[in-house]
Structure formats: C-alpha cells, structure tokens
C-alpha cells in the first residue's frame, strides 16, 4: 500500500535500538512528587525552540489541555475559542465552561469576530483558543491581530501548534517552511506574556509528547493547579528518550529532512496540476483535494485503497464538511508521488457522478438517477480551468 495518511511529516522514526537505554519506564510518582531529570532538559530545549522562557512537559495533549484550562479557566472572565479548532483542546475548554466559565465561539481566522466576543465579555481575563496553524483549509492564523486586540484587555491567547512544530520556522531567504522548525510564532515574529504556546510533537517529531511554553506566571499556575500533574505520571522515559532524539535531529538534520519535505509536496502539486487537479494547503504536506461536486469523497477515498493508495477521508471543521486529503512526510519518494497521483486519476475516472441524492417511493429509498456525464476526467479538467 502506498501510505498518505501518516503526519510524521519529518519521517523522523525513533526504534528503541536508536534511543539511548533506561532502567524503567516511570517511577511510579505523579509528576507533582517529581519528574525525571531528562524532563526538564527536554522542556528547556523546547522553551528555545519556541522562543518562550520556560516549558513544562505533559504526556499528551488531552492531559496538557486539561491543566492549562483547569489552572487558568477559574481566574477568567470568558473562553473563546476559534470554531476552526481541533477537538481535543476545545474538549479542555468545554469542561471549563462546565464549572461555570462563559465560554463562546468566534468565526474561524476572523480577527474582527473575536474583537466583536471581547467587546461584550463583561470584564475579566479573556482566554482565547486558536489553532497555529490550520490543516483543514491550509491557513495559518492571524496571530499578530489576535494579540494586538488581547493586549488592552490583559487576555492569553491559548495556542495549539501541534501541527506547525517542525515544519514552519522562522523566514528565511531560500526556505521554504523557515528555519529552525519553532512553529507559528517564529514564523510570526510574534510572542510575549500574552501567548501560551502548546503543541504536541506527535506529528513531525514523531513522539507522544505535550509541551506548554510560555510566561513563568502562567506555568507555575498549572504547576500549582494542574490536576493531572497530581493525579497521573509525567511522561515516561522512553518517551523523553525519544524527544531528545527528535531535537538532536531537528538540529542536526532539520534544515534538510523540511528542504526534502517541500520538493515532494510541490512535486505532488505538479503531478495533481497535470491530471487537472488542485489542491488547498500551499506547501504545507497536508494536500486537501478540491473535488467537483459530482465527486463523492468517501467513494473516492474507497477507489484509491482498492488500489493500493491509503488517503484521509477528512471531516472539515472549516471547508468542504468531508473531503480527501493526501499526508506527505520527507520519507516518499517521487516515484510513490507518480504512483498516487496516477491512482488517484484512475480513481476519478469511477467516482464521478457516484454522489446520490434518495427520494421516497411507495415507503422505500431509491437511487435518484444519476447526472449525464461524459469522460470523469474531461469532466474534472473542465472544472478545475473554471
């Protein structure tokens, strides 16, 4: 099977023979009685990495979003949250606004939305939610208006970066994500108290590990009131074995392995422009097919696993609500590019016109009839020149 589906997206691997040895995986203490020495290594490279001053480990995200908001939804006024969001940390955030916190939503990368949410809080610190960097329509968040409009009001913007740590950097002439691999605010050139930055580096690292960066404020009080640091073990050594691997590499081999990444996503660009196709993410190696209304994704996405190419049927939280998205990491080769895009134009060829709309009939759903098409491919070309 040819495999888009993996976020590894710097094919960073990490076989336990490549990490260096450890007596047990954890000591049986909650993070609150004490964590492993390699842990606050770990946080303080990341806290450079970002640009912030500290760094504090968790052992996910789910289990680092429910210490930042359980530590700092109590002294706030309203959570706000960009609607474009990934689910896990707005499930943090709804279980603040459980205890009592008004929480809302705003319209998604739309600055003028979230003035308009702050403008009627009725005083208190704002907490705002936003995703770095959006897979769904290939966008990175406007965080230098974000912070202007939370500075005033003394809000913290609350920024998941899970999907932009290690591919995007700070600009640089020549490349193409930026160097370094820090995230949305190098990229930015952005930071301050105003920001806390949390992202997971399960994705281009390739390591079950959370990070928070930020204000020495803000850390102490999910230090202080983080209840799974109380309640579950920190991050096992393994684990942070792992990070230290993914960080020496970065270092060592960033710069190439995000150059690599970059050749093959244009390089997939190029083969989809030939068959006629577009696709929404810019150089970001999650490539979201715009598809014609006469194509069904889920009997696409069908069409290319029968022959042989694994892609994601994604659930838009922005967008098309379902769509078919090819993930590529440094590990492809142009040649599994050639193979998938060709596979993908066999695929079309059967999945246009398979979108079906049902009527009643006696009591029973039936098929309506089909639209009249021609050739799907002449039928895609046409579209994709409108």
Not at 324 to 330: E, G, N
């Amino acid at each position: 099977m040819l495999d888009f589906t993996s976020a590894l997206y710097l094919g960073l691997h990490h076989e336990s023979r490549a990490l260096a040895p450890w007596e047990c995986l954890s000591s049986g203490r909650p993070a609150a009685l004490g964590e492993p020495e390699e842990s606050a290594e770990v946080a303080r490279a990341l806290a450079r990495l970002a640009g912030a001053p500290r760094a504090l480990l968790s052992p996910s995200t789910l289990h680092l979003f429910f210490d930042v908001f359980g530590a700092l939804a109590p002294g706030a006024g309203v959570l706000l949250w960009d609607e474009g969001s990934y689910p896990v940390a707005r499930w943090a955030l709804e279980r603040a606004a459980a205890r009592g916190v008004p929480a809302r939503g705003f319209a998604h990368h739309r600055p003028e939305a979230l003035q308009r949410q702050l403008q009627q809080a009725a005083g208190g610190r704002a907490l705002v939610l936003v995703d770095g960097f959006c897979a769904g329509c290939g966008r990175a968040a406007p965080l230098a208006r974000y912070l202007e409009l939370l500075r005033p009001c003394g809000g913290l913007l609350v920024l998941d970066d899970t999907q932009a740590l290690g591919v995007w950097g700070t600009p640089r002439a020549g490349s193409a994500y930026g160097a370094g691999g820090g995230g949305s605010l190098r990229r930015a050139g952005v930071g301050g108290p105003q920001v806390l930055w949390c992202a997971s580096l399960a994705k281009a690292f390739g390591v079950p590990l959370a990070v928070a960066a930020g204000s020495e404020a803000c850390l102490a009080q999910m230090e202080e009131r983080g209840e799974t640091r109380v309640h579950c073990s920190p991050p096992s050594l393994a684990v942070l074995r792992a990070a230290q691997r993914a960080l020496a590499l970065n270092a060592a081999r960033g710069e190439a392995l995000r150059a690599r990444l970059a050749r093959r996503v244009r390089e997939l660009r190029a083969r989809l422009a030939e068959a006629g196709l577009r696709a929404s993410g810019g150089l970001f190696p999650v490539q979201r097919l715009a598809l014609p209304d006469a194509v069904d994704p889920a009997a696409l996405e069908g069409r290319l696993r029968r022959r042989g190419v694994r892609a994601v049927l994604q659930r838009g939280r922005c967008g098309p609500r379902r769509s078919v998205s090819l993930l590529l990491t440094a590990r492809h080769t142009r040649s599994e590019l050639e193979a998938g895009a060709a596979a993908l134009a066999e695929a079309l060829d059967g999945a246009q016109g398979t979108r079906k709309q049902a009527e009643v009939r006696d009591g029973e759903m039936v098929p309506a009839r089909r639209r009249a098409a021609g050739s799907a491919a002449a039928g895609i070309r046409g579209w994709a020149a409108r």
